[in-house]
C-alpha cells in the first residue's frame, strides 16, 4: 500500500504488518488497497502488495485464507485510476494465492447518496450498504456469517 505522505510525497506502509500477526491465529485475513494507491506506478503498486502479501503469507501460513478488498470509487474519485490500481493488486493477489474483492468492478456505493457531502467519507447509508455487500461477498466465498458470541460458560 503506498498513500501520499505529509507533502504529497508518496511512501509505503506495506511495513505495518504486526510482528505478532502468527501469534493471534487468525482464521481469516482481510487486507484493504486504498484509493491513495492511484499515485503510483502499476509496478510500483504491485511491487508493493508482493511484499505485502509475502509477509503475510510468512506470517500466517499457506492455511489461513486471505481476502485483499480493493479500492472504492467516490464521486469524487478516479475511477479509471482506481481500476488501474484494482488490476494490480488482483494480479498480485493471485500471485500469493489472495482471494480479491473488487469494489470499484462491482459499482459499489456508486450512488451519491453513499456518501458524506465532502464525497470522501461513506455515509451511514454507504457504511451499512459496504457491510452488507462484504458480507455477501464473503459468504460467497465460503466464509460463514459471524454471530455474536455469548461468554463461556465453565463446563457443568
Known amino acids: 500500500h503506498a498513500r501520499p505522505g505529509a507533502e504529497g510525497a508518496t511512501g509505503s506502509t ?4 504486526p510482528n505478532d500477526l502468527d501469534a493471534t491465529r487468525p482464521q481469516v485475513l482481510l487486507v484493504g488497497a486504498g484509493t491513495d494507491d492511484y499515485a503510483q506506478s ?12 509475502k509477509a503475510l503469507r510468512n506470517a500466517v501460513g499457506a492455511e489461513v485464507p486471505i481476502i485483499a478488498i480493493g479500492p472504492i470509487a467516490s464521486p469524487i474519485t478516479d475511477t479509471t485510476a482506481l481500476e488501474r490500481v484494482a488490476t494490480a493488486v488482483s494480479y498480485s ?3 500469493f494465492h489472495v482471494d480479491f474483492i473488487d ?12 456518501w458524506t457531502p ?14 452488507r455487500r462484504m458480507a455477501d461477498e464473503l459468504e ?13 460458560q465453565p463446563p457443568g
Do not use: Y
Open 14 to 17: 506495506c511495513g505495518g504488518i
Open 42 to 53: 502499476s509496478q510500483q503498486i504491485i511491487a508493493n502488495a508482493n511484499r505485502t502479501f
Open 93 to 95: 493477489a493471485r500471485m
Open 103 to 114: 469494489p470499484v468492478k462491482g459499482k459499489w456505493l456508486d450512488d451519491p447518496a453513499m
Open 118 to 131: 465532502d464525497g470522501l467519507h461513506l455515509s451511514d447509508a454507504g457504511s451499512a450498504d459496504f457491510t
Open 140 to 152: 460467497h466465498m465460503g466464509a460463514a456469517r459471524c454471530a455474536p458470541q455469548s461468554e463461556p
